[in-house]
T-cell receptor
């Protein structure tokens, strides 16, 4: 069965510092991995995805994520956080054999000025 | 740009009412999804549809039904609303494409059942 874990409910980081939001997954086949961001009272916006190939994926707003097959992780990173990055972040996985996406419980990122 | 719209941003209904949530996408996507979002639980899939008139149950279909009569429109129906269905409802669409299709989300409907 597919599953996604976001072990941190909240991450606090100072503006200008690097940030990491963690995600681990479990699928039976090859994973398709996604990160989405949600601002208050809004729907989810796509940030980036991993299909295959290069383990480092670059996305919108300066975010990137690293796929690590041995650790079954897909952590979201950004070299220098902005206050405007404060939002709720969701990791999602889809097994290549299904239509279903499984979302994590979300991590609230707070960037402090 | 893909646009997914939902009929209402906020909705207040009474217990026992029949509730319709509408979702429309303008990118000719084959797949459409309904999720509910609750704090601490993330997004949970209620139903999805991969073609007109086709539907599949998600993880929490009880108390809900769906309708997809046209490709661009996917409706979620609460047959008899209950207070435990108070939640944020998110619609999404995607196209199979390369197989790692990106989901595009609507702005959400915050439903309160009194």
């Amino acid at each position: 069965a597919q599953s996604v874990a976001q072990p941190e409910d909240q991450v606090n980081v100072a503006e200008g510092n690097p940030l990491t939001v963690k995600c681990t997954y479990s699928v039976s086949g090859n994973p398709y991995l996604f990160w989405y961001v949600q601002y208050p009272n809004r729907g989810l916006q796509f940030l980036l995805k991993y299909i295959t190939g290069d383990n480092l994926v670059k996305g919108s707003y300066g975010f990137e994520a690293e796929f690590n097959k041995s650790q079954t992780s897909f952590h979201l990173k950004k070299p220098s956080a902005l206050v405007s990055d404060s939002a709720l972040y969701f990791c999602a996985v889809r097994d290549e054999g299904t239509y279903k996406y499984i979302f994590g419980t979300g991590t609230r990122l707070k960037v402090l000025a | 740009d893909v646009k997914v719209t939902q009929s209402s941003r906020y909705l207040v209904k009474r217990t026992g009412e029949k509730v319709f949530l509408e979702c429309v996408q303008d990118m000719d996507h084959e797949n459409m999804f309904w999720y509910r979002q609750d704090p601490g639980l993330g997004l949970r899939l209620i139903y999805f549809s991969y073609d007109v008139k086709m539907k599949e149950k998600g993880d929490i279909p009880e108390g809900y039904s769906v309708s997809r009569e046209k490709k661009e429109r996917f409706s979620l129906i609460l047959e008899s609303a209950s207070t435990n269905q108070t939640s944020m409802y998110l619609c999404a669409s995607s196209s199979p494409g390369t197989g790692a299709d990106t989901q595009y989300f609507g702005p959400g409907t915050r439903l309160t059942v009194l």
